[in-house]
């Protein structure tokens, strides 16, 4: 059993590492499964419920209830948190649930005025690891944040080489120069299956669209897919014998706060995972001009029921009950 708890170990950060340097270009979106009961199991019923839980809102309860684990995803690029995500892991159904919150999201503090810091990924660098985690709970309605992972992406390129490369099928040509970035960007690849290294690699997940202006035919939706295909591909070979090099090389990019007993509960309730007890999120909502800046405002009552059908998608009908009946409650008060 200790063999298989370093082995979690060491899979289930380089898997955190890739994910957040997979989604270091965007943010993402897409749909998945859940689970509440009380905590030995069983469904929860009105009659069964002590005072202080009837006087929760049924959203509290659910999350209190829950066997779940939630932990901060943020990818590093300085001082600035460029990728910002909350990996939640269900014992129950044995999936990861990835949902990704927009690093320009609108996110008010009184004690900050200047258009810059009004966007959630200024949190950071003012409010450290507990003010961001604080941050991405309140656009998750509430969701608890118990943990955090952090990585540096100048560490990716490193890791895709320690993997000896990934495999993908390059879905188009991609053909774009940017002399203004630092240092210039210069993507060219033909259109076709390729092993990209670690240099290609960045610029494959930068890539939005051509010198022309030609690009994924689906827009974003296609350029999600491509880079969830690149995260599942690379997840594959890090379950291979490159697992102990691979992880050696993560652990030098990443910090976490994540207790090795937790870990170990997670390695128990894993086994039997793959790379397709994935899914993946994003914070729902549209972009907005104040005062000439551009944010991206959460659509509270659209996240809302994301969360929830995230968490509830594996209880009983009495349970659900208990939190639907109170539902339209709940998204008035947010």
């Known amino acids: 059993m200790k063999v298989f708890i370093k ?10 590492f890739l994910l957040t340097g997979a989604m270091l270009a965007y943010d993402s979106i897409y749909e998945a499964k859940p689970y509440l009961g009380d905590k030995e199991g069983n469904s929860v ?3 069964l419920l002590s005072q202080d839980e009837k006087e929760m809102s049924p959203m509290d309860y659910m999350f209190q209830q829950s066997k779940r684990m939630n932990v ?8 600035r ?22 690093r320009d999201t609108y996110y008010e503090r009184n004690k900050h005025h200047s258009a810059g810091k009004k966007k959630i990924n200024a949190v950071y660098y003012d409010d450290g690891i507990e003010g961001i985690q604080s941050a991405v709970s ?16 100048d560490g990716v390129e490193k890791v895709v080489d320690s993997l000896g490369g990934v495999p993908v099928y390059v879905p188009m040509d991609m053909d774009y120069d940017d ?24 610029k494959f997940l930068r890539f939005r669209k ?5 690009g994924y035919p ?14 599942k591909a690379a997840f594959k070979k890090t379950l291979g014998y490159r697992l102990p090099v691979v992880a050696n090389t993560v652990m030098k990019y990443i910090k976490t706060d994540v207790p090795l007993g937790e870990v170990a509960k997670m390695a128990a309730s894993a086994i039997g995972m793959s790379s397709e007890d994935i899914a993946t999120y994003s914070v729902f909502g549209e972009s907005i001009y104040l005062s000439g800046v551009s944010y991206y405002e959460a659509d509270k009552e659209k996240t809302l029921e994301m969360i929830k059908s995230i968490y509830q998608s594996n209880e009983t009908e009495a349970a659900k009950e208990v939190i639907g009946s109170s539902s339209s409650d709940v998204s008035n008060k947010n």
Do not use: C, W
């Open 72 to 79: 901060l995803l943020i990818g590093m690029e300085g001082p």
């Open 218 to 231: 689906d827009g974003d939706i296609g350029r999600i897919k491509t880079q969830q295909e690149f995260l």
């Open 138 to 153: 309140d656009i998750l309605s509430g969701m608890p944040i118990e943990y955090y992972i952090k990585v540096k992406y």
């Open 81 to 102: 948190t460029d990728t910002i995500m909350v990996a939640s892991f269900d014992p129950k159904s044995k999936k990861i649930d990835i949902i990704s919150v927009p």
């Open 179 to 202: 002399e203004y970035d630092s240092p210039p960007l210069h993507i060219h690849f033909p259109k076709g299956s390729r092993v990209l290294s670690g240099e290609e690699a960045i």
């Open 45 to 47: 019923s009105e009659h």
């Open 210 to 214: 051509n010198n022309d202006g030609t």
């Open 7 to 16: 082995y979690f170990v060491r899979t289930f950060l380089v898997f955190a």
